[in-house]
């Protein structure tokens, strides 16, 4: 099993962890146009001194987040935007810094905000803390706090999993946080487990390779385990077989515009009025 001995964090690799893993995204569902990446020298709004300022994180932060792509998608007063993993919306830090305003911390932290060092950065824009994603430029991981079990409450369709899985197959980092994290830090530590960036990201592919995460649409994500009223109790499957009629996962034999094609036309039919949020 990995340890932080052998962990080294490279921003050049962490950049392409990123692109690699939206690149894959489009290539299931998620439309191209989308993804945006930064302009030669990094977004302009994305500077020492905005990141001190505005969120606290130090220099590092500021630099990896200058350089990283980003998701940019539908964004609307009754959805909150593009989905990247499910019910979950990814950070747009570029679009974030340059409207500034408080609250961004705990926006991308959750309520153990106050117990985020500067080096430690937010992944995703929600208000539940059950969908944050903490990665540590210092040790090369990611933390995903609230792993295990969540719970997710619609405000129409019921309660449901959040996300949970049939498998892990990606190993876990091992060291125990009392061995190496301040005191204030160690309880969200703790209690979220930990990959190596790398490792993260192929982690999230590989629910959505095995349709643990499964997208109904270009822009939002639901999970194997959702469990949803009775009306609803045959979505997942029908999704799913979806998918499978159209080449999912088997790599080029993939069919993305008629799968998604098929998708609505099936949603619109049997569950005209479902929306994720």
């Known amino acids: 099993m990995p340890e932080l001995s052998d962990v080294v ?11 690699d893993y939206y690149r894959f995204l489009v290539g299931l569902y998620l439309d191209e146009s989308y993804v945006v990446e930064p302009p030669k020298g990094g977004w302009p709004s994305i500077t020492p001194n905005v990141v001190r300022e505005l969120i606290g994180k130090d220099e590092e932060v500021a630099g990896l987040l200058r350089e990283l792509p980003y998701i940019r998608g539908k964004c609307l007063e009754d959805f909150p935007g593009t989905q990247a993993t499910p019910i979950c919306v990814w950070a747009d830090w570029d679009d974030l810094l340059r409207i500034g305003g408080d609250g961004l911390n705990i926006m991308t932290e959750g309520t153990i905000f106050e117990d985020v060092p500067s080096h430690v950065i937010g992944l995703t824009i929600n208000t539940d803390d059950h ?8 040790l090369g991981i990611v933390y995903w706090p609230e792993y295990v079990e969540l719970q997710y409450e619609h405000r129409s369709h019921g309660t449901f999993n959040l996300m949970s899985w049939v498998e892990n197959p990606i190993e876990q980092i091992t060291d125990d946080p009392e061995d190496y994290a301040p005191e204030n830090e160690v309880e969200w530590r703790s209690e979220s487990p930990a990959w190596t960036i790398v490792d993260f990201f192929e982690l999230l592919k590989s629910q959505y390779r095995e349709l643990n995460f499964i997208p ?11 469990r949803f009223k009775p009306a609803l109790d045959g979505m997942i ?41």
């Open 9 to 19: 964090y490279s921003r050049t690799e962490t950049v392409q962890a990123f692109r």
């Open 131 to 138: 969908k944050k994603f903490l990665l540590d430029t210092k």
């Open 237 to 277: 499957p029908m999704i799913r077989r979806i998918y499978h009629e159209h080449g999912w996962p088997q790599g080029t034999d993939y069919r993305k515009q008629e799968c998604l094609k098929a998708i609505k036309t099936a949603m619109d039919e049997h569950y005209p009025t479902f929306s994720s949020f």
């Open 216 to 226: 109904i649409n270009s822009d939002e994500v639901l999970t194997v385990k959702a």
